[in-house]
């Protein structure tokens, strides 16, 4: 994963979007994230509207992991990003009894060309990020401070 900073607030420096990235729905600009190589993901809580910007984020419902079915590459221009973004909404509707949960965030990266969707919480301990992810079976955890996963 790269860039992971900003894209909904100028005054925070969250885990998501780049910039001066403005404009759109949500779901809109939670695809353009991933589509942009220099962003390559999110983590957002629809309970708060806000995007973590410490800690470490691990998917703790392995079950609802989900990767969208058409590789990155061929989501480019307006109707790959429609795909994403229908994809992005869908997933985000299936996952609603979790993600309004607090510290519960609907979580998207991509990696080896395909787009993952999962929901992530986040923790303060890097102690406690890696037992999660043994637990649930995750390949690893996302650093937010460095801006790199961390594999198990």
Known sequence: ???????????????????GFQGGSLPRRLAQALLDPEVGGFSYSLASSM???KGYMVSIY??????????VADLKGKSGEERLLDEIHGFAKRNTD??????????GWVEDGMAFLDVSVCTTKEAD????????????????????????
């Open 51 to 53: 995007s973590p910007t």
């Open 98 to 107: 979790k993600t309004k949960l607090k510290n519960h965030y609907l979580g």
């Open 129 to 152: 990020a890696r037992a999660f992810a043994v637990r649930h079976q995750q390949l690893g955890y996302f650093d937010i401070k460095e801006k790199v996963t961390i594999y198990v």
């Open 1 to 19: 994963m790269n860039g992971f900073i900003r894209i909904f607030r100028e005054d925070f420096p969250g885990h998501l979007g780049r910039p």
């Open 62 to 71: 392995k079950e609802r992991e989900y990767v969208v079915p058409t590789p």
